[in-house]
């Protein structure tokens, strides 16, 4: 769906419908859970700091947000795929469940730990990291 009319590029088509619901099957391995108190509690942050308004600290002081620069440290570290957190909206009344946020370092992904994404069209699909039998050849890099 990608044409090449004159100098620019079109890609996709006007006539066809966005998608924006999709499945996602996770497996990963080296996590961060934020939302274990007795992990919070060994780095010295309370679950109270990890939900507070962020835009504050960035847009307003100019500074990186708690939860940015855990983030980053997180990420540089090397040591985790993935970190799990507590949600504001975990704390939503109306939620039948408690439930997490994720934040998935996509290139930290080693095996056997992946993220795949479906919709029922068929149109997006996805595996990162690919199964080895789906990576292009060195020739097509």
Avoid: C
Wanted: proline share 7%; glycine share 8%.
């Amino acid at each position: 769906r990608e044409r090449k009319p004159g100098a620019g590029y079109e890609i996709g088509d006007e006539n066809e419908a966005p998608i924006v619901l999709f499945a996602m099957k996770t497996w990963v391995e080296r996590v961060l859970d934020l939302t274990d108190e007795g992990i919070r509690t060994k780095l010295g942050i309370t679950e109270s700091a990890l939900l507070q308004p962020w835009r504050w600290a960035v847009y307003k002081l100019g500074r990186p947000s708690l939860t940015q620069s855990l983030g980053h440290a997180v990420y540089e570290s090397g040591r985790f795929e993935a970190i799990r957190y507590p949600s504001v909206k975990a704390g939503d009344p109306g939620r039948v469940k408690q439930h997490a946020a994720w934040a998935v370092f996509t290139d930290r992904l080693a095996s056997p730990s992946f993220v795949e994404v479906s919709d029922v069209s068929g149109l997006l699909e996805g595996r990162i990291p690919r199964p080895r039998d789906q990576e292009p050849s060195a020739k097509a890099r």
